[in-house]
């Protein structure tokens, strides 16, 4: 079942923030197992609330169904949206991001009777994660928290698998600042270096301190903060001509050992000591989150144990997901999804076996925590 609905899934082109019939698709499927859908709107994005409310404890299942444009569809070995079966792979945009694990997912639900659960089964399905992520899954759980709804366990099916399935999995990620600066000089002729001022030469020292700075050392489960330059221009275009200013773009993805006060203080720290004349700004599109492992976290870990027979690693790694939103409920976060190897890139595609394995992954955790919570 599992990559039949992959296959429709991706079939449906839905690049963001357009759902594309996605949310209708999963709302008819969850209807028909008893779940109480809600469709709530805000601006041009529609997201998926679903449960399947019972006494006890809470599980929510977060996903997207909106993927990033395909690029040159003439590269791709097959339509991005034909969910191509080759035999090995089911090939298309969104295939590992992130309509094969909701898929899993689905179909993991179906091998049970939900009535039979001892917890509440819910679901949180945008279609604003590839975009801004102004009107997706954080204002779901605005919305949720003003309802004073509980969430106690959120699973997220992601890509996080490195090279077989559940080798991996994430309890957390790494925050993300964007940074453009504007470097100001003094256009004028090569020849004369006096009467210029040539803000390529201003960016220079200012770029060995950004390159060589260690912002932190990382944690037990967080890398170090890294930096990456993404983008310089400058100039007119002539060999004689200084340019007049300097436009540079970086990101850096950070641990919780830092905050991006601290980053925005040191970066214009450095400006300040090679004075450099500048207009910056700062877009802190996601801070950190960690969620500290307990018994929703051993539940995946012995799932993954018995469906594939090794121990997952724990992960904060890779970019930012909509973890970050949920995560202010307090609930506890497990991040398990297929591998990333093709997401993003032409021609990319996830293995049926991978899919087939994520589903009894999937399904097994259901099983565990219905014996964790049988009361």
């Not at 659960?117 to 102004?134: A, Q």
């Not at 993954?304 to 970019?319: D, E, M, P, R």
């Not at 307090?330 to 049926?352: A, D, Q, S, W, Y």
């Amino acid at each position: 079942m599992e990559i039949q609905i992959t296959q429709d899934l991706v079939r449906k082109e839905s690049i963001t923030p357009n759902d594309a019939g996605c949310l209708q698709y999963i709302e008819d499927f969850l209807a028909e197992r008893g779940f109480k859908n809600e469709i709530l709107t805000y601006g041009r994005v529609k997201n998926l609330w679903s449960i399947n409310r019972k006494s006890g404890p809470l599980l929510v299942f977060l996903g997207h169904v909106d993927v990033v444009p395909t690029g040159p569809v003439d590269q791709w070995d097959h339509d991005p949206f034909s969910g191509h079966d080759d035999g090995t792979y089911i090939n298309g945009r969104g295939t590992g991001d992130m309509k094969g694990g909701i898929a899993c997912f689905m179909s993991a639900l179906s091998r049970i009777n939900p009535d039979d659960l001892n917890f509440s089964l819910g679901f949180i399905i945008t279609s604003d994660e590839e975009g801004p992520s102004r009107d997706g899954t954080v204002k779901v759980v605005e919305e949720l928290l003003k309802r004073e709804e509980v969430i106690d366990y959120c699973l997220i099916g992601e890509p996080s698998t490195i090279e077989t399935v559940g080798d991996n999995i994430r309890i957390g990620r790494r925050g993300s600042i964007n940074i453009e600066l504007e470097v100001l000089g003094k256009q004028g002729h090569a020849a004369y270096p006096a009467r210029v001022d040539n803000p390529i030469h201003r960016v220079v020292p200012f770029l060995d301190k950004l390159l060589a700075e260690v912002w932190d050392e990382g944690n037990e489960h967080f890398p170090p903060t890294s930096l990456q330059l993404t983008n310089i221009s400058a100039g007119v275009g002539a060999h004689n001509v200084t340019p007049n200013n300097l436009n540079l773009k970086f990101n850096l993805r950070f641990s919780p050992q830092i905050t991006g006060q601290e980053i925005q203080t040191r970066i214009e720290k450095f400006l300040g000591e090679e004075n450099v004349k500048y207009n910056i700004s700062f877009d802190l599109n996601a801070e950190p989150f960690y969620s500290n492992p307990k018994l929703f976290t051993d539940v995946v870990q012995k799932s993954i144990q018995k469906v594939q027979g090794f121990n997952t690693a724990l992960s904060c790694s890779g970019g930012t997901s909509d973890g970050r939103f949920i995560a202010k409920t307090g609930c506890e976060i497990v991040e398990l999804g297929p591998k990333f190897e093709t997401i993003h890139k032409i021609n990319e595609r996830i293995e049926k076996g991978e899919l087939e394995r994520l589903t009894d992954i999937y399904h097994q955790i259901l099983l565990n925590l219905n014996e964790e919570t049988n009361i």
